[in-house]
DNA sequence: ATTCTGATGCCCT
DNA sequence: GGGCATCAGAATG
């Protein structure tokens, strides 16, 4: 018989991690979700670390809301927020003991599910474009406000984390995070190098000073 | 390829 | 009321 071994899923442990070492640990790795349609999978190929306490970039920086309270807790969580009035974006839960952090989850490939996913974004031009952004991410996977909270790496949940093949460390890449106009000096952004699922690079909105 | 802009709602000040 | 961890469409090289 075809002996296949299901892939490892990740442990809270291994995410009780900096951020930035979470994120990087993440690259690879393969996010599946069992929709009502069927199951869809993404493989992460770009990925963010945010820090609360003293990143101002962070949804944690000025302390614990309702929104970021998932932040605060264990690793291994999903973080899900809603943005611009109409996106989800998903992070994956880094460090614990009330240390809030958290790796957002940029951008994938699709490779469990791609019937699904078309159907689920039937904008998407390529295979390569259904899961190329944030909130292109959540939507293939159907992630929204109710799956906040949810144990990636307990094996019974609709949505885990599983080991990937490994990334090489030199396909790895690194560069200032996408759409923040703040701490534009740290490069917490990482992505997989040559992957046609890597989002394209926009600056933050708030431009730097004017003289004058 | 890049630039711009409208859509749209929730969170925090 | 200001400002978003965005996307799609259009216009322009």
């Known amino acids: 018989m075809a002996l296949m071994s299901a ?5 809270e ?21 069992d929709t009502p349609q069927g199951p869809v999978a993404v493989r992460l190929v770009e990925v963010e670390a ?12 000025r302390g614990r809301t309702p929104r970021n309270d998932v932040m605060f807790g264990p690793a291994g969580r999903l973080y899900v927020y809603f943005v611009y009035g109409m996106h989800y974006c998903a992070n994956i839960v880094s460090l614990t003991d009330g240390v809030p952090g958290a790796v957002l989850l940029r951008a994938g490939e699709v490779i469990t599910g791609v019937d699904i996913a078309r159907a689920r974004r ?30 990636l790496t307990d ?13 090489p460390a030199e396909s790895i890449k690194a560069g200032p995070r996408v759409g923040v106009a703040v701490a534009m000096d740290v490069p917490w952004r990482f992505w997989v190098d040559g992957s046609p699922a890597v989002s394209t690079y926009r600056r933050g909105g708030k431009r730097g000073t004017r003289s004058g």
Do not use: M
């Open 155 to 167: 094996p019974d949940s609709p949505l885990r984390v599983l080991a990937g093949d490994p990334v």
């Open 122 to 151: 039937p904008s998407a031009r390529s295979t390569a474009e259904l899961a190329k952004g944030p909130a292109r991410l959540t939507g293939v996977l159907g992630l929204d406000r109710a799956h906040n909270g949810i144990n």
């Open 7 to 11: 892939p490892r899923q990740l442990t």
């Open 50 to 61: 945010y820090r609360g306490g003293d990143d101002p970039a962070s949804h944690c920086y």
């Open 13 to 33: 442990q291994e995410l009780s991690v900096d951020p930035v070492d979470a994120a990087k640990l993440l690259l690879g790795c393969v996010l599946q979700a």
